[in-house]
C-alpha cells in the first residue's frame, strides 16, 4: 500500500500530451490521487497489506478468496468516490479493453448463467482491438453483472475532473495516475493463476456472443 498510487507515464510528446487541457487534467487527477490515498483508513491500509497472506492461508474456495478480494475493493471505491469522475450512468470504460481471468468468468456464469466460450490458452489485444467495442454485460449504460464485475473494472478509476479523456477516441492519447494496490494486485494474480488452466483474455473473448454490435 505504501506504493499505492503509480504516477503516469510520461505521455509522447506530441501535440495532444502538450496541450495546456491535457496538462492540467493530469495534474487534477494526480492531485485527487493524492487525497484519496491521504483519506485511506489505516485499518484498511493494513488488509491491503496483508490481503495476499491472509487468502494464501485460509483454507478456502477460490470463488470465497476472490469474493474477499472483490470486498476489500469495493471498500477503497467507496472511499474513492469523492475524488473520482466514475459513476453510474458514464460508461467509458466499458468500450475499451478488459482482462479477466478464467475464475472470474467461472463466477460470472454461476452468478448470471451466461456461458462462455471454451479458450485453448490466454489472449493478449493491442489496446486499439477492442477500443470504442461495448462490453458484452453494458446494458442500457450500465452494467448488468456490476455485483461481480471483475478485478479490472473494479480497481479502474478515473481521478480527473470529468470523463473527457475516457472517450474511447482520446483514451489512449494521455495517460492519467493510476492507483496499483500492490498486495491485492498480488493476490489476485496468485489466486487466478493456479485456477483451472490460469487462463486470461478480454472479457469479450470469453463471451462473443453476447458482444452487441
Not at 154 to 160: A, S
Not at 176 to 201: D, H, K, Q
Request: aromatic fraction near 8%; include cysteine; glycine fraction near 4%.
Amino acid at each position: 500500500m505504501n506504493e499505492l498510487i503509480r504516477t503516469a507515464k510520461q505521455p509522447p510528446c506530441d501535440e495532444v500530451s502538450q496541450e495546456p487541457l491535457a496538462q492540467r487534467n493530469i495534474q487534477t487527477a494526480k492531485a485527487n490521487s493524492e487525497k484519496f490515498t491521504a483519506a485511506i483508513p489505516a485499518k484498511i491500509k493494513q488488509r491491503e497489506d496483508t490481503i495476499q497472506r491472509q487468502l494464501s492461508l485460509e483454507n478456502a474456495s477460490a470463488f470465497s478468496k476472490l469474493r474477499k478480494l472483490y470486498h476489500l475493493l469495493n471498500e477503497l471505491g467507496a472511499i474513492a468516490a469523492p475524488y473520482i469522475a466514475c459513476g453510474k450512468g458514464c460508461s467509458a470504460c466499458c468500450h475499451m479493453n478488459v482482462m479477466v481471468s478464467q475464475l472470474e468468468v467461472a463466477l460470472i456464469e454461476k452468478e448470471v448463467g451466461a456461458r462462455p466460450a471454451p479458450l485453448q490458452g490466454s489472449r493478449v489485444h493491442n489496446l486499439e482491438t477492442f477500443n470504442g467495442v461495448p462490453c458484452p454485460f453494458l446494458t442500457d449504460g450500465a452494467c448488468s453483472i456490476y455485483e461481480v464485475r471483475p478485478f479490472a473494472c473494479r480497481k479502474h478509476m478515473n481521478f480527473d475532473s470529468s470523463a473527457y479523456w475516457c472517450a474511447p477516441d482520446r483514451s489512449h492519447k494521455v495517460e492519467m495516475p493510476l492507483v496499483e494496490y500492490s498486495s491485492a494486485e498480488s493476490a489476485y494474480l496468485g489466486l487466478t493463476r493456479i485456477w483451472g488452466n490460469g487462463c486470461f483474455a478480454d472479457i469479450r473473448d470469453f463471451f462473443p456472443l453476447t458482444v452487441q454490435s
